[in-house]
């Protein structure tokens, strides 16, 4: 820990907005990952069950309550979907895109608020960069190059201060990538499902 802190005290005043960013950047990884794992439902088997259960012109009652059972956007979907299978194809098209709609944002929430530390990370970095010279430039201006040490360490700070902004950055870039490749992912899922659901319904597909 002793050497942490000298770390962090050798980076300049900068470090403790990095070190903010860092902690808020891991909280949300993990919560993403909690909420999209949570999220994620396997569609082949929840619309073979949905067959199962229902037909056309019968009751839904069995279908709804194995939907809400699987839960995940593509379970609150299916469930709209089913409570209006009654309807024309149209009516339950457009229910079941308002309630994807409705689940998109859960599924994105956060991940702009990790591209905004993906931003300023690196510029936190690069305000530590410029506080570290001119640190040494006052240094040097004052004693002259007689006393390097206090000129090395502005320099010192300059660089903690920049690599830990742009590691930040990168980290965040991996973590921010991944998470939007995941929620297009169970978008792109909600689209299919939600079309073979509307299919099965309406009889264009058995």
């Given at each position: 820990?002793?050497?942490?802190?000298?770390?962090?005290?050798?980076?300049?005043?900068?470090?403790?907005?990095?070190?903010?960013?860092?902690?808020?950047?891991v909280?949300l990884?993990?919560?993403?990952?909690?909420?999209?794992?949570?999220?994620?439902?396997?569609?082949?088997?929840?619309?073979?069950?949905?067959?199962?259960?229902?037909?056309?012109?019968?009751?839904?009652?069995?279908?709804?309550?194995?939907?809400?059972?699987?839960?995940?956007?593509?379970?609150?979907?299916?469930?709209?979907?089913?409570?209006?299978?009654?309807?024309?194809?149209?009516?339950?098209?457009?229910?079941?895109?308002?309630?994807?709609a409705?689940?998109?944002?859960?599924?994105?929430?956060?991940?702009?608020?990790?591209?905004?530390?993906?931003?300023?990370?690196?510029?936190?970095?690069?305000?530590?960069?410029?506080?570290?010279?001119?640190?040494?430039?006052?240094?040097?201006?004052?004693?002259?190059?007689?006393?390097?040490?206090?000129?090395?360490?502005?320099?010192?700070?300059?660089?903690?201060?920049?690599?830990t902004?742009?590691?930040?950055?990168?980290?965040?870039?991996?973590?921010?990538?991944?998470?939007?490749?995941?929620?297009?992912?169970?978008?792109?899922?909600?689209?299919?499902?939600?079309?073979?659901?509307v299919?099965?319904?309406?009889?264009?597909?058995?």
């Amino acid at each position: 820990m002793n050497e942490v802190g000298k770390f962090i005290q050798n980076g300049g005043v900068m470090m403790y907005p990095l070190i903010l960013c860092s902690i808020i950047l891991v909280s949300l990884a993990i919560e993403r990952a909690f909420v999209l794992r949570k999220a994620s439902v396997d569609g082949d088997e929840l619309l073979e069950e949905v067959k199962k259960l229902f037909s056309r012109g019968g009751d839904a009652a069995a279908a709804i309550t194995k939907a809400q059972e699987f839960g995940g956007p593509i379970g609150r979907m299916f469930v709209r979907g089913l409570k209006n299978a009654s309807r024309q194809a149209d009516a339950i098209e457009m229910a079941m895109e308002q309630e994807a709609a409705n689940e998109t944002p859960a599924l994105e929430a956060n991940l702009p608020i990790v591209k905004t530390i993906v931003n300023i990370a690196p510029l936190l970095g690069l305000l530590g960069t410029i506080a570290g010279m001119i640190t040494s430039f006052r240094a040097a201006s004052q004693q002259g190059l007689s006393n390097p040490t206090q000129i090395l360490g502005g320099i010192s700070e300059a660089l903690i201060s920049t690599a830990t902004g742009i590691t930040l950055a990168v980290v965040g870039f991996i973590i921010y990538n991944y998470y939007a490749n995941v929620v297009r992912k169970q978008v792109e899922d909600m689209e299919y499902y939600g079309a073979e659901l509307v299919n099965y319904l309406t009889g264009r597909l058995d």
